[in-house]
């Protein structure tokens, strides 16, 4: 007698196992964060599909639900290969991947994070000049089913919901500018994309969310785990940085 399950899946990591084989993490809408064991997963046939972005038809089985089981699969949609293009959309996928690998625990279900995973990974392909913004926005709502959601919707001191430009990074709730201005050096920028306020309008507005969600993931999804923020997405974080102090974005 076996178990099994079948699904739609984005890949999360691939580690090398044995000679040719490779360990898979998976994200799934049912099964959360789910292992398998990919024979054959290192070889040229495979090694494409397993690359952290894909979107896959998955397949795993196994004689016993805790076991690791084998996992195949098929092509959906190959995010890895597109976004081999540009650095910066391959930056951000890679930033993802490893957030959700690191902070989602193991077979718990996480399907508000894994249908806001699918929409950002379909999202490089059809805007990869907003791939930071996305990511940011995917990251509050990882945050969120966490348990460790932010509450912008109204100044923590005052209950006004208008000129918020704040958050506390003790509490996670916006700041409006009466009560926060004694306080400014110690608050976090709330970027105007995410209190309902159009797109971001570039690198600047991108830094802003990326710093504030990883503030919240660096001290609650992975402190609590005793794990550092992964270093794809410091990378990604500094790339941004990098490109919010070029004189053309200050143009």
């Not at 084989?21 to 494409?48: D, F």
């Not at 945050?143 to 919707?153: F, P, S, T």
């Not at 504030?212 to 790339?239: C, K, M, S, Y």
Request: aromatic share 4%; with cysteine; net charge negative.
């Amino acid at each position: 007698m076996s178990t099994s399950w079948e699904g739609p899946a984005v890949v999360l990591s691939a580690r090398p196992h044995g000679e040719a084989g490779a360990v898979i993490g998976l994200l799934t809408e049912a099964m959360g964060r789910h292992p398998g064991l990919a024979k054959g997963g290192q070889s040229r046939a495979q090694a494409p599909l397993w690359q952290p972005g894909n979107l896959v038809e998955a397949r795993w089985v196994a004689r016993l639900s805790e076991q690791l089981g084998a996992v195949s699969a098929e092509m959906v949609h190959p995010a890895a290969a597109l976004a081999m293009e540009d650095p910066l959309t391959l930056a951000v996928l890679s930033a993802a991947c490893a957030v959700a690998d690191g902070a989602l625990p193991e077979r718990v279900p996480q399907p508000e994070t894994f249908h806001g995973l699918v929409r950002l990974v379909v999202s490089l392909a059809r805007e990869p000049a907003r791939a930071p913004e996305a990511l940011v926005r995917w990251e509050m709502i990882l945050l969120r089913e966490l348990g460790y959601g932010l509450d912008l919707e109204a100044c923590a001191a005052t209950g006004e919901r208008e000129d918020l430009p704040w958050v506390s990074p003790r509490t996670g709730r916006a700041v409006g500018r009466a009560a926060g201005e004694p306080y400014a050096g110690r608050l976090l920028p709330l970027p105007a994309f995410l209190r309902g306020e159009g797109a971001a309008d570039g690198p600047s507005a991108w830094l802003e969310g990326l710093r504030l969600t990883a503030h919240f993931l660096e001290r609650d999804a992975f402190g609590n785990l005793h794990r550092p923020l992964p270093a794809a997405r410091i990378r990604v974080q500094d790339r941004v940085a990098a490109l919010a102090a070029s004189p053309e974005a200050g143009a």
